[in-house]
Each structure stands twice: as C-alpha cells, then as structure tokens.
C-alpha cells in the first residue's frame, strides 16, 4: 500500500464518531502496516475521568479504516493492544492479501451518510428486522446490543441522563470542557457544531452550549428505538471492540435509512452507570452509551460534523516516504 493509498483510507477512518467530536487518535503509516495510537492531549477527563469514551472513540476509528480497507478490496488483521510498555498504541494493522469481509465492503458508503442526528424522529417504526441486523452486527464486533423494549427502561434511562446531567453541570471542570468542545461554528474542524445540537434539551439530549435544534423528549421516541450498547468485560480491550461495534451499529443503520445518535451521558457518572447496568442488563455486561435510531424528520439533514485533515493525525514510519 503506498501512502497516498494510506492517507485515502485514513480519511475514511477520520470520519467516526468521537466523544464531543475530539477525534483522539493518530495514526503511524508503513508499507503494509498502520498502527492506531491514543492522542491523550484530546482527553476530555471531566466527561469522561477513566478515558473509556476516548478508547471507544478510537475503536470506532479503527472498524472504520477496515471498512475503509475493505472497499479497496484490501484484507486486513487488527491485533489490539499489541505493545504492553506502550498503552498509547492501541491496535497494529496488517494487510493480509486475503479477500475482506463482504460485511465491510457493503458498509463503505455509509460513512459519507452518516451524521449526528438528534432531532425529533418521526412516528414511523423501525422494523424489528433492522433492530436484529444492529444486534447482530454489534455481536459480530464482540459486543451487547439490547433494544429497550418497555417503557420502564425508557424512563430509567431519561432519569439517570437528568441524575447525571445535574452530577456533571455542578462540575466546574466539565463546564468549561463543554465550553472548549461545543458551540462550534461551521469552520471548525473539531468539537460539537451549534447546529446540530438541541436548543433546550430534556430527557434524553446532553445540553450543550449554544444549541440550534428543537428540543427533543426522548421520554416519548415517537417511532424512534433505544438501544444500549454493552460489553461483558469493562476492560480496555473491550472499550475498543465497543467502538468498532458502535461504528458498525451506526453505519448499518445508516445503510438501511435510518438516523441516529448517540448518548453517553447516564454512563459518564459511576452511580448513574451502576444503577442502569443492573436496571437495564441485569449486571450481566456493562454498558457504555444508548443509541437513538430512527427515521429522520421530513426537511433538510444536519450538517456532519467537522473533521481534523489527515495531515495533521497520520505521520509515516522511519523510512516511509510522505504523500505529496
């Protein structure tokens, strides 16, 4: 693979969805290696104080650059965690010259779709055979995903976002790091666009600085589905297959239609996380974030949300010569 090649799939990558868009990764690039390291100078600790959103971040990163890979007709084999003197190295890829999976290829035109929808879904259901192909394809990544199916889990949920959103907003420290990472205009190239964040959130909606959209109440889904994302283990390994499982989640929903966001604020506060581990998974995996899926509104789509050039988070191995 010569590096233009690697720059163009990295792209790709760069397009995943990160916690408040702080897109935490870098990338080394070799001949027929790429090697995913953390960019801990991206760190958002008071959002998220055990840095497990940033390695789900950079899972999502890495599911898609496979894809990425795929597209091009390119195999490839992800050893997680490969350096233990390094924990900033968090995933070697290697290209195998194996046919790649036809999962991955069919997902590729997802990428340029898919966005950060929060607004207010429309009466129309999902069909319970797309929540099983989300299921799946987040199983297939080695992760839990359960749909919310009563009521009583919706509403346990909205209580621990509003339990947490209060932990939090008394948190100076987190004041200011939504200050720093939302209310973004249209030319910045990181961080949560105005735009696409709600005006005067309730439920389910984080609020964030500055915000555009109409309230949403995610009390009432209206057509809408809830899904929590989860993993048996809480382990740094699993934070990254989470990631690659949220990306596949988002990108499949994506291929069938539907809009969809993401919401990790009832996970971010210990207690919050607890209370909703045993209330939604009977303490038998641990969750991480909810996802909203469901059909967008009529009117014109958000924006997507900004991203950093490759340039700036992917530099070339000793030896290997820089893309013009």
Known sequence: MDVRTAYEVLEVAGRAPSVHNTQP????????????????????????????????????????????????????????????????????????????????????????GRRSDRRTYSDCLVPPAAVRLLVRRAHDEGAVLKPLDHPGEVDAVVDAAATAAATQEADRAY??????????????????????????????????????????????????????????????????????????????????????CTQSQPFEVSSSRAQLRERLLHGRAHPHLIVRVGHAPAGPLPPRTPRRRVREVAHPLPGVPTAR
């Open 25 to 112: 990764w870098r990338w080394l690039v070799g001949t027929r290696s790429l090697h995913l390291l953390a960019d801990r100078t991206r760190a958002v600790p008071a959002t998220d104080p055990h840095e497990r959103e940033l390695l789900i971040s950079c899972g999502a990163a890495l599911h898609h650059l496979r894809v990425a890979l795929a597209s091009r007709g390119m195999g490839s084999s992800v050893r997680l965690l490969p350096n233990a003197e390094d924990p900033d190295h968090l995933a070697a890829i290697r290209l195998t010259g194996a046919a790649p999976r036809q999962v991955d290829v069919g997902l590729v035109d997802a990428v340029a």
């Open 175 to 260: 004041g200011m790091e939504m200050l720093v990472w939302s209310g973004r205009g249209a030319g910045s190239d990181e961080g949560v666009l105005s735009a696409v964040s709600p005006r005067a959130p309730t439920g389910f909606d984080r609020r964030f600085p500055w915000g555009v959209l109409p309230s949403n109440d995610a009390s009432a889904p209206r057509g809408g589905r809830l899904v929590v994302l989860a993993t048996l283990d809480d382990t740094r390994f699993a934070w990254l297959r989470a990631g690659a499982a949220l990306s596949a989640v988002l990108l499949t929903a994506t291929s069938l239609g539907l809009a969809s």
